[in-house]
């Protein structure tokens, strides 16, 4: 299973980027896919997920301003970054959980991509 990402990039504060994900190499569909952060000397930490039945949960920081969604094809996933500040600057992760044919539940991880919001 590959995760690929795309869109982020360089913007100004009070901006907008929106991040792409696409799972493939598999037939399953994700029981969840989301999206984690980590900046220089911290953890990394939940941006948002949702699970295939439509549930969704958002890191604190980011409640209002940002939007996860669920792709047409199988096993992609957005997030719309709305209200950029500088404090959102990281490599952001696309996660995936997905079963394979021994019900055997994996987390898989994308390269990351970079985010900056300049002040």
Sequence with gaps: VQL??????L??????????CAASGTIF???????????PGKPRDLVAR??????IDYG?????RFTIS?????NTVYLQMNSLKPEDTA????NAIIPDW?????GYWGQGTQVTVSS
Excluded: F, H, P
């Design 4 to 9: 690929v990402e795309s869109g982020g990039g």
């Design 70 to 74: 669920s792709g047409n094809a199988k």
């Design 102 to 106: 021994g019900s055997r539940i994996t």
């Design 29 to 39: 569909s994700a029981n969840a896919m989301g999206w984690y952060r980590q900046a």
């Design 91 to 94: 490599v952001y992760y696309c």
């Design 60 to 64: 604190d920081s980011v409640k209002g």
């Design 50 to 55: 949702i699970g295939s039945g439509g549930s």
């Design 11 to 20: 913007v100004q504060a009070g901006g907008s980027l929106r991040l792409s």
